[in-house]
């Protein structure tokens, strides 16, 4: 079995990097982009008896810090 | 007075900080890996020094945070041991939950690596007391992941507590209000993205770094 989580800076955290992306982006030629924020995908595969509180325990203690990042969790097929 | 420097795959300040503490304050020092379950006994200081432990992996700190013998430097730092991390170590000991926030990219981006002025905030800690309060010194700093964050509860009440240790006098990475170092509440627990083992000798280019491992000994011994 196949879980994704996704890590992204939470509102209101400046994120440089995708400051960085955006203008990377407009220095193509591409325009109309408003706002650029870069996260982290995480791929775990696992047993499928795998619990969602051992998932969000995964995230909270390591995966994200809580701090400055928040998590989604999602079950890939 | 006894004292040990943890190491972490990646880890770069480990023997300079073992020297400045061996130079300045004379004590036993131990290298101690990051595999170890348990410290050296009666340890007067533990330093978690700078570098790239893990590659920063995942994020700058977080893997060495988890690795086993952080169990035992923060039931160190629990029971009042004091504790320095430097750089890398100030990432880690955020990521340990040691000291509150974050240390995030520079806000620049790139990688910022020269002297900086910072001003001493705190000069009655354990580890400023040879400092006095509002003096500029001159330290050097290495980092990518230096800009301080936390919510503005938090700055708040390190702000009103007397715990931020130092701030920078120039633009540097972006930090919040400025803070380069921050103090547990205990004040025990102190964490600087500027590097004092780097300042300790006139071949340095100075030596400001070098009262804080004085201003230990007074306090230790």
């Avoid at chain 1, 995708?18 to 650029?36: R, Y």
């Avoid at chain 1, 595969?45 to 810090?65: F, I, R, T, V, Y």
């Amino acid at each position: 079995m196949k879980t994704r989580v996704f890590v992204t800076l939470k509102n209101g955290v400046l994120d440089p990097q995708g400051k960085a992306i955006h203008h990377a982006i407009e220095s193509l030629g591409f325009s109309g982009i408003h706002d650029v924020r870069a996260g982290r995908l995480i791929e775990i595969e696992h047993e499928p008896g795998l619990s969602q509180s051992d998932l969000e325990a995964m995230c909270s203690k390591l995966l994200a810090n809580m701090v400055i990042e928040n998590f989604e969790i999602e079950q890939a097929a | 007075m006894r004292a040990a420097v943890i190491q972490f795959p990646g880890s770069n300040c480990d023997r300079d900080m073992a020297v400045a503490i061996r130079q300045i304050m004379g004590a036993e020092t131990s290298l101690v890996w990051h595999r170890e379950t348990a410290l050296p006994d009666n340890l007067d200081l533990i330093a978690i020094p700078g570098g790239f432990s893990y590659g920063d992996y995942l994020r700058s700190g977080a893997m060495a945070a988890r690795s086993p013998v952080m169990q035992a430097v923060v039931a160190a730092a629990q029971r009042g041991v004091p504790v320095l991390g430097v750089c890398n170590g100030f990432q880690i000991l955020t990521e340990a939950g040691l000291l509150p926030g974050a240390l995030m990219r520079n806000a620049g981006i790139r990688f910022v690596c020269r002297t900086v002025q910072l001003k001493v905030e705190n000069s009655q800690s354990i580890f400023t007391s040879q400092y006095d309060s509002g003096e500029t010194i001159a330290i050097p700093v290495a980092h990518h992941d230096g800009n301080y964050f936390a919510d503005a509860e938090t700055l708040d009440r390190l702000e009103g507590n007397g715990r931020v240790a130092f701030r920078y006098a120039e633009p540097v990475n972006g930090s919040s209000r400025n803070i380069a170092g921050i103090l547990n509440d205990s004040g025990n627990v102190l964490g600087m993205m500027p590097h004092p083992e780097r300042m300790i000798e006139d071949v340095h280019g100075g030596s400001d770094g070098r009262r804080l491992f004085e201003g230990l000994i007074r306090q230790i011994a």
